[in-house]
């Protein structure tokens, strides 16, 4: 029962936290293709996913945080031309901050999910 749990709570911050993160570039005037930003998006979290089935093989907290932070800056990395260039050069931190607190968020479901 515990695992259907954790992927029902990862499922539903990814599919939210992309439907967010696509309506903020609209709403901040970015021109943009919402079943693309979508798909884009969840294209940006393979790494984490890498991250997390080299974290499930490992034990050690240490070497998870830094998996974790690697995989968490390629992950923002690649989101990174494909949302800076939706919106205005003004509003690119506007845009990528939720991004990034998102990616955040799964690196820290990685760690704390044994």
Request: hydrophobic letters at 65%; a neutral charge; glycine letters at 6%.
């Amino acid at each position: 029962m515990f695992q259907s749990e954790v992927f029902a709570v990862a499922f539903a911050l990814l599919a939210a936290g992309a439907v967010i993160l696509t309506l903020n570039v609209l709403l901040l005037g970015g021109h943009i293709i919402f079943f693309q930003s979508l798909s884009l998006l969840g294209y940006c979290l393979f790494p984490l996913d890498v991250g997390a089935l080299i974290c499930m093989m490992e034990g050690n907290v240490i070497l998870k945080m830094i998996v974790v932070c690697v995989t968490l800056a390629w992950s923002s990395w690649a989101a990174y031309p494909f949302m800076s260039s939706a919106v205005n050069p003004s509003r690119k931190a506007l845009a990528l901050y939720p991004v990034f607190l998102m990616y955040i968020s799964v690196g820290f479901l990685i760690i704390a999910i044994d």
